[in-house]
């Protein structure tokens, strides 16, 4: 049987797709908007592809920040949250005009963008403004790097090509390996690159490289040809799933049948309109959060996101929602109130993040180093008749 290996030690993204038309979500708000002594309503702004190829990406990062928002605001504590969301459908220039936008309706605390390349763009304006900001998915080295505002709820593109190939040494021994990656996609050429480097130094076998571009995927018979003739039995996918679509329909056309092991960017295939989920039958993602999880507080979450969205949760939504109470938890231990402008709740927040720790659904105990990048374990998940399940489960 074919089976297909995505590892998903985080998510997310770095795309330059093509959308069409905007969306902007309304802004959301606690019962009253009233500060008083005893409750802090701050305004928080989230940034995603609410429209176009990523939408499934930003409109799950602001659904799961929107449920966090409302839970909050319910539960009537001290903090709560005015909500503002934004679509910059996964481009730069966008993200930055949605951040701005976000910052003359008063922003003072930003849990996005969503996608890498969007985050790179908004980290620099963000820095230079002293904004704090906390992204749920975008997971390039490069995001952090614009200053010591930037955190990171998901875990880096170097960490998953390390423990892809990890994985594959440690549990596939004697594999010969191909891999496909995407050389214009900064998360992409990313992952491969510290994949090559790991697996060199772990013995992995690879035997084939192939690449593509934006423009020329839709076409992978020459690399699966290519892959199949140096006698690859495992193929490492470190892409988006919509360009692995492709891949996986033309390989079982080809009769090409490999282990096929992808990244946190292949989240989302089984929603995938037109997609043939059986092809995904078998999958296993390393990733932070399984919507079978039986703990209370998942369930809770999956059953509310069903109710008002009518589909399972994927792993961004939730990196989302643990956002909202991660910059909540920080807000509480810096001792902020909404009065403070947004640079001096950023300078409070930088000063505390590194000391707080958070219980979520996408980790337990996570903590942050200075550098932005989040420390939590993954959990094991395999894809079972078109949903994901605990192994043995």
């Known amino acids: 049987m074919k089976r297909v290996f995505a590892f998903a030690v985080a998510a997310v993204m770095a795309l330059s797709l093509v959308a069409c038309g905007s969306k902007t979500e309304q802004p959301s708000a606690p019962a009253t908007n009233e500060t008083s002594d005893s409750v802090q309503v701050f305004k928080l702004g989230s940034i995603g592809p609410l429209t176009g190829g990523a939408a499934i990406y930003g409109q799950s990062v602001i659904n799961g920040a929107k449920i966090a928002v409302d839970e909050i605001n319910a539960a009537g504590g001290n903090i709560q949250f005015e909500f503002n969301g934004q679509d910059d459908e996964a481009d730069g220039e966008k993200s930055v005009n949605a951040y701005n936008t976000l910052m003359d309706w008063g922003m003072q605390v930003m849990v996005g963008p969503t996608t890498t390349g969007a985050s790179i763009a908004v980290g620099a304006q963000a820095a230079a403004d002293r904004t704090i900001m906390l992204t749920p998915s975008a997971?390039?080295?490069?995001?952090?790097?614009?200053?010591?505002?930037?955190?990171?709820?998901?875990?880096?593109?170097?960490?998953?090509?390390?423990?892809?190939?990890?994985?594959?040494?440690?549990?596939m021994a004697g594999a010969k390996v191909a891999v496909i990656y995407k050389n214009d996609d900064a998360y992409s050429q990313g992952i491969r690159?510290?994949?090559?480097?790991?697996?060199?130094?772990?013995?992995?076998?690879?035997?084939?490289?192939?690449?593509?571009?934006?423009?020329?995927?839709?076409?992978?018979?020459?690399?699966?040809?290519?892959?199949?003739?140096?006698?690859?039995?495992?193929?490492?996918?470190?892409?988006?799933?919509?360009?692995?679509?492709?891949?996986?329909?033309?390989?079982?056309?080809?009769?090409?049948?490999?282990?096929?092991?992808?990244?946190?960017?292949?989240?989302?295939?089984?929603?995938?309109?037109?997609?043939?989920?059986?092809?995904?039958?078998?999958?296993?993602?390393?990733?932070?959060f399984s919507a079978d999880a039986p703990d209370e507080r998942t369930q809770n979450f999956?059953?509310?996101?069903?109710?008002?969205?009518?589909?399972?949760?994927?792993?961004?939504?939730?990196?989302?929602?643990d956002g909202v109470y991660i910059m909540k938890a920080a807000l509480e231990a810096a001792g902020c109130t909404a009065d403070m402008s947004a640079a001096d709740i950023?300078?409070?927040?930088?000063?505390?993040?590194?000391?707080?720790?958070?219980?979520?659904?996408?980790?337990?105990?996570?903590?942050?180093?200075?550098?932005?990048?989040?420390?939590?374990?993954?959990?094991?998940?395999?894809?079972?008749?078109?949903?994901?399940?605990?192994?043995?489960?």
């Open 139 to 171: 997971s390039g080295t490069d995001v952090i790097a614009a200053g010591d505002n930037v955190f990171q709820v998901c875990f880096t593109d170097p960490n998953q090509g390390v423990g892809s190939a990890d994985y594959i040494a440690e549990n």
């Open 193 to 288: 690159d510290t994949f090559i480097t790991e697996s060199g130094a772990k013995g992995v076998d690879v035997v084939y490289e192939g690449t593509f571009t934006e423009d020329t995927q839709t076409d992978f018979s020459v690399q699966l040809a290519a892959a199949q003739s140096a006698g690859a039995d495992l193929v490492f996918l470190p892409i988006y799933y919509q360009p692995a679509s492709v891949i996986l329909n033309q390989a079982n056309q080809m009769g090409y049948a490999p282990t096929f092991f992808g990244v946190d960017g292949m989240d989302g295939i089984l929603t995938m309109e037109g997609f043939d989920t059986s092809l995904a039958e078998g999958v296993m993602l390393l990733t932070p």
């Open 302 to 321: 999956v059953k509310t996101y069903q109710a008002q969205h009518g589909e399972i949760p994927n792993q961004f939504a939730a990196d989302a929602y």
């Open 346 to 393: 950023c300078e409070a927040v930088v000063a505390v993040m590194t000391q707080i720790s958070v219980d979520g659904l996408t980790g337990q105990n996570m903590t942050w180093a200075a550098t932005g990048e989040v420390s939590k374990a993954p959990m094991a998940v395999v894809i079972e008749n078109g949903a994901y399940v605990l192994p043995n489960a």
